[in-house]
C-alpha cells in the first residue's frame, strides 16, 4: 500500500458516522447492507449517509452493488487487511508484538 493511499483511508475513517458505518459493513460481512438498513441500524439521516459512503467508496474502504433496484455496500476486506498490514509492517522492530493473553507487551 502507499502511504497516500493509507493516508486516504485513514482520514475517511477519521470521522465518527464513517467510522460507524464501516465497522457496521465489517459486521455484516459479505452479504453486506443497502442505504436504508444501513441508515436505520445508525440512526443516520438518508442524505447524510450517502455522503459518508461515497466519502468511504472513494477511500477504497467500501463497495457498492447494484441488486435489482437496490444497492448493497460491503466493506473491502481487502483494503482493510492492507491498510492493517501497512500500519503493523515494521512493528516493534520486527518482534512478535502480540504477547500471550497473560502478560503484557513491551512495545
Same mark, same amino acid.
Do not use: W
Given at each position: #500500500?502507499?502511504?497516500?493511499? $493509507?493516508?486516504?483511508?485513514? $482520514? &475517511?475513517?477519521? @470521522?465518527?458516522?464513517?467510522?460507524?458505518? /464501516?465497522?457496521? =459493513?465489517?459486521?455484516?460481512? *459479505?452479504?453486506?447492507? !443497502?442505504?436504508? &438498513? =444501513? $441508515?436505520?441500524?445508525?440512526?443516520?439521516? *438518508?442524505?447524510?449517509?450517502? /455522503? %459518508?459512503?461515497?466519502? =468511504?467508496? %472513494? $477511500?477504497?474502504?467500501? !463497495?457498492?452493488?447494484? @441488486?435489482?433496484?437496490?444497492?448493497?455496500?460491503?466493506?473491502? /476486506?481487502?483494503? #482493510?487487511?492492507?491498510?492493517?498490514? /501497512?500500519? !503493523?509492517?515494521?512493528?516493534?522492530?520486527?518482534? &512478535?508484538?502480540?504477547?500471550? &493473553?497473560? !502478560?503484557?507487551?513491551?512495545?
Amino acid at each position: #500500500m502507499r502511504e497516500i493511499d $493509507a493516508v486516504r483511508s485513514l $482520514a &475517511a475513517l477519521a @470521522q465518527e458516522v464513517r467510522l460507524r458505518v /464501516f465497522r457496521a =459493513l465489517v459486521v455484516a460481512g *459479505p452479504r453486506g447492507l !443497502t442505504p436504508g &438498513a =444501513l $441508515a436505520e441500524q445508525l440512526e443516520v439521516a *438518508p442524505n447524510t449517509l450517502s /455522503f %459518508h459512503l461515497k466519502e =468511504l467508496t %472513494h $477511500a477504497g474502504l467500501v !463497495t457498492q452493488e447494484r @441488486q435489482g433496484r437496490n444497492l448493497v455496500y460491503r466493506a473491502s /476486506f481487502d483494503a #482493510m487487511n492492507e491498510l492493517l498490514g /501497512f500500519l !503493523t509492517e515494521n512493528c516493534c522492530e520486527g518482534a &512478535a508484538c502480540l504477547a500471550p &493473553a497473560a !502478560t503484557s507487551c513491551d512495545c
